[in-house]
């Protein structure tokens, strides 16, 4: 059986001039990945778009349907950062299609990838920075009501802090909610995860896996997870026009091999969304992103 990767293709409606988000970077990562022979065309499978009702476990109904029938108010819009349309409906819900499936597939398999997903600023009743619908908590909720998991563990490896998710479990001792990021960071005020780790302006490769590396064997042992998500940002690399650290591309890749061997040799499936990244670079952009889905090939074909 092969890795299984959820591709997320792009529903995206002409922008106005000078709007950054969303670029088509999901078809772009796939192609990426098929091209340079990483992934096979048959690993790939394509998410259904989730039903309201799995929304609505974890956002508020007047704000779900508000956002998807095009009736939120400009106040709200402005919040999230992205002009609405259809288009980025379709999108938006397919990506948390997509990583239901993946954590679906990861339970089953041991190792799954999105090519989308990590929208970790929404919360039940808004959205913010570019997040739409949490698919982190959707996910986690959705397995949970269908008894496919039930303790969880998010592991929030993108710059900004997973806000939204750790304001969503607060009092949820079933999902375990890890945040690592820049402290000075957005958004400006932090909400507190069960674990929250503030790293300092510019920190490089080395300083970065010495924290994680302390943290993370301890952090498994002790939650023993039926599943981790594991949301794997790229805004960490020097690059990144909104990170503020001083990852290289090779530090993301030892990141990545880090985490997902560490779940994989302690028998914990993990299910993987790709997480932020701002560059005007896209090709060095989409390479980033990429970086994840080598490591998981080869964690693959160690342990699988």
Known sequence: MNLPIIYHPDYVAPLPEGHRFPMPKFKLLCELLLADGIIQPEQIQRPEVPPLEW???VHTPEYARAYCEGTLDAKAQRRIGLPWSTALVKRTLTAVGGT????KRALECGLACNTAGGTHH??????SGFCIFNDLAIASRVLQQFNLAQKILIIDLDVHQGDGTAYIFQNDDRVFTFSMHCEINFPAKKQQSDLDIPLPQGL???????ILARSLPDLLSQ???DLVLYDAGVDTHVSDRLG??????RGLYRRE???LSSCAAAGYPVACVIGGG????IQGLIYRHSILHRAAMEVYRQYF
């Open 55 to 57: 929304l609505e476990l």
């Open 122 to 127: 929404a919360f039940p009743s808004y959205g």
């Open 223 to 225: 939650v023993r997870p």
């Open 257 to 259: 091999m880090m985490v």
């Open 244 to 249: 503020k650290l001083a990852m290289s591309d």
């Open 100 to 103: 239901v499936l993946a954590a």
């Open 204 to 210: 490089d490769d080395d300083g970065y896996l010495q």
């Open 278 to 281: 701002y560059d005007k670079n």
